[in-house]
């Protein structure tokens, strides 16, 4: 089978798609910042590689001959680490250099981990435009996730296939895989239950994107409800 290429192979999404592709039998070249900070990556069948997810040529060298592309990279870990360093352009960089590195190396799917911040609450806002359900000290990330997004829309029509799977509710550390999940559109599923979603049905959905592309050009919600049974 052709490898998939996880930009951001380091994070919890990312480690989670990474041994999700490998079941199923892929093999995985794992994109990381620097190497030397993730020995634990190293496995049967991943290849872990130094890229630069803002960078159209490193992208283009290290995703040539791969069936697709998972795009899990954040370049911020919480509140804690502040937002001195924080590059408010970033997600639009790396939407542009993913669109032009993969296009240039023949890779035609693009498949990218959302933020549930710019998903739509039952007011029809914005989760982060809601001080009482999204932390104010945030919304500079959420922004920067948001114009991400933006860019991928407006750049909708080149000959990368892109998605973008927002997980919508709590994405739970540490969760069983079910195997299954939900896909909804742009608000947050207004049914009583809570929505939540393990990193490991995360990772079956972005996977399943790339098997058996059915979403296109186009941003969906991914959750599962408590009642939900595996």
Known sequence: MSGIVVFGAGGRAGRAVTAEARARGYTVTAV???PARYPDLDAEGVTVVRGDVTDPGSVGRI???HAGAVHA???????EQGFDTLDPGFFVK???ALLDGLAAAGVGRLVAVGLGANLLGADGRPVMDDPLAFPPEIRPFAQAHTAG???LRERGDGPVDWVMLTPAGHLEHGGARTGRYR????QLPGDDREPWLS???LAVALVDEIEEP???RTRVSVFNLREDKG
């Open 199 to 201: 990193y490991a049905d």
């Open 32 to 34: 990381v910042r620097d």
């Open 94 to 96: 790396a939407a542009d």
């Open 73 to 79: 990279v954040s370049p911020f870990s919480g509140p």
């Open 63 to 65: 995703a040539a001959g």
């Open 183 to 186: 896909v909804g559109g742009e």
């Open 149 to 151: 997004l933006h860019r």
């Open 214 to 216: 059915v979403r296109h």
